[in-house]
């Protein structure tokens, strides 16, 4: 990699960080040990399935924006999910005619619209089926095999089904109760009618998408799993928020104590569906930082990008297969912004994790707790645009604390560093990002190259509150060797 004379620049403006007084932490990669697998697909988005119904357009979305085709193909391959509480009230409308409940009715065109956008961006698409509509206490197929005709005659592909949303929260949402044994036995009559239609013998089927696992709703997943769930789901979800979109503060998003919290609820669903589905992949089938919607001027800055890296960090050591982002449009945990279609900070991390993140995943060790840096470690990503060697480590790291925090390699001495750093440009609730000091913006709707600054340092020194990649091209580790 050519060093240029502005990377020169950042390295000297970094190291000068050094004379600060902070805290050195010296971090090693448990290379021995591959602890899980990732592939490219791990990192997807959502779209709310409120936004399907007439009235509300997509809620502006621009389907046809070279800005949000672009900006989708940067994210490409990709699963776009589209389910959420509306999903469990929609019916399918081919027509589109004669609808005297438009708010509730998603039609033909409007299915055109998304599977045509998906296409064109090479992502992959996910749907939640209606399972309120219910007939003697059993789902009823009937308009989804409609929607299943219509899909088939376009000649659509679908990367997964899901039927319902946050089942576990029907009661307090829609006053009706589904227990998790009947929400199996449905599961299973689903998968069996996707094995009999032509053309969905293989689409996967993604559920039971519980709001949380924790307290009651760990029994409604096993008797999910019981009642008949186990022999029919392909991937199993579950969704996370770490609080509440009223009333979170700007604090909650550097708190590691609330970042470890999701540890213990991916041990909970984990726990419970390897009893029954041992093999079968688990993902969360929708997550963000806060739920309603995000915290408006917190959830779509900077600063979100603390709890979104932490996630995709904890998500892929724990053995997760997939992490779908609430969302790409739309509130304020969006990853484009709702008016502009401009990419906020966190649509550039993810693209930067899409880059640079690898499938084999492992563990890290540091000389300070977890509450001042929290590191992860993968091989790094093959990929043409940089031409990282087999054997390569990406690491990334969050700094939660005002601490500038000098980290040192003991087993990568003397080896080049590429540094991918982020840091707002004006505060933890900066819209916009900088990557190795350049703010990052589209220029005429393209994707800036995300070039990295070389150092030859084994330390390397970064502000308190931020976070980024670091790789080790020339770490020659044996399991990544072979990627
Ligand atoms: C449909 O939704 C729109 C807003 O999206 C609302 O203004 C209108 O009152 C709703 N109509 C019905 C019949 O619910
Ligand atoms: C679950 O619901 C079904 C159908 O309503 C009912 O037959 C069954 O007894 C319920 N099971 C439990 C454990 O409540
Ligand atoms: C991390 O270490 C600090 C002392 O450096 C201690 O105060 C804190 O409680 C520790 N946190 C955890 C989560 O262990
Ligand atoms: C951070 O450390 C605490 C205390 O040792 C532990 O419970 C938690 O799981 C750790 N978090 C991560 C993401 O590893
Ligand atoms: C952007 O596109 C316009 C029109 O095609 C062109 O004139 C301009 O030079 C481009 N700007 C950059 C920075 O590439
Ligand atoms: C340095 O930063 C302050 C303020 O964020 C914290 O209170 C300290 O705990 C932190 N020190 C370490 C070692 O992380």
């Given at each position: 990699m050519k060093v240029t004379l502005s990377a020169l620049i950042l390295v000297t403006t970094v190291i000068s960080h050094t004379a600060t007084a902070g805290v050195n932490v010296s971090v090693t990669v448990l290379t021995t040990q591959v602890v899980s697998f990732i592939d490219e697909l791990f990192i997807g988005v959502t779209l709310d399935a409120?936004?399907?119904?007439?009235?509300?357009?997509?809620?502006?979305?621009?389907?046809?924006s070279p800005k949000v085709q672009a900006l989708a193909k940067g994210l490409a391959p990709c699963y776009l999910r589209i389910g959420g509480t509306a999903g469990d009230g929609l019916t399918f409308d081919?027509?589109?005619?004669?609808?005297?409940d438009v708010n509730h009715t998603f039609t033909g065109a409007t299915w055109d619209a998304v599977n045509t956008f998906v296409r064109d961006v090479n992502w992959k698409f996910i749907f939640g089926l209606n399972?309120?509509?219910?007939k003697e206490g059993h789902w009823d197929p009937t308009n989804a095999k409609e929607l299943l005709q219509y899909n088939s005659e376009k000649g659509y592909q679908l990367a997964g089904l899901e039927l319902g949303?946050?089942?576990?929260?029907f009661p307090g949402k829609y006053h009706i109760t589904v227990n998790g044994s009947q929400l199996g036995m449905d599961f299973y009559n689903f998968k069996k009618l996707l094995k009999t239609t032509p053309g969905y013998a293989a689409t996967p089927v993604i559920g039971?998408?519980?709001?949380?696992?924790?307290?009651?709703r760990t029994q409604f997943l096993a008797d999910f799993f019981t009642g008949g769930g186990d022999k029919a789901v392909d991937r199993i979800t579950f969704h996370q928020y770490y609080t509440n979109g009223h009333t979170a503060q700007l604090s909650d998003f550097t708190d590691s104590k609330l970042m470890d919290y999701l540890v213990s609820i991916i041990e909970t669903g984990l726990h419970v569906s390897r009893r029954t589905n041992p093999l079968t992949p688990v993902w969360l089938g929708e997550t963000s930082s806060c739920y309603d919607g995000g915290a408006p001027g917190i959830s779509d800055r900077y600063v979100a990008g603390f709890l979104w890296l932490d996630k995709l960090g904890i998500a892929a050591r724990m053995g997760l297969k997939a992490v779908l982002r609430q969302d790409f449009y739309a509130g304020s945990y969006a990853l484009i912004d709702t008016d502009t279609f401009d990419p906020l900070p966190d649509y550039w991390l993810t693209v930067l994790y899409k880059r640079l993140v690898g499938g084999s995943v492992f563990s890290v060790e540091a000389s300070v707790n977890n509450s001042t840096i929290r590191a992860y470690a993968h091989c790094t990503k093959p990929s043409i645009s940089y031409g990282y060697m087999p054997g390569s480590v990406t690491m990334y790291f969050l700094l939660p604390t005002d601490n500038t925090t000098s980290i040192t390699f003991p087993q990568f001495p003397d080896q080049p560093v590429d540094v991918f750093w982020l840091t707002p440009v004006d505060g933890l609730t900066s819209k916009t990002v900088a990557l190795n000091n350049d703010p990052l913006t589209l220029v005429n709707n393209t994707l800036p190259e995300l070039k990295p600054y070389r150092t030859e340092r084994n330390t390397v020194t970064f502000p308190g509150k931020s976070f980024g990649f670091l790789v080790?091209?020339?770490?020659?580790?044996a399991a990544c060797s072979s990627q």
């Open positions: 409120h936004l399907l119904p007439a009235p509300q357009h997509w809620g502006g979305l621009d389907f046809n081919p027509t589109g005619h004669g609808t005297a399972v309120l509509k219910r949303n946050e089942p576990d929260i039971p998408d519980m709001a949380s696992v924790t307290g009651y080790f091209p020339e770490a020659d580790v």
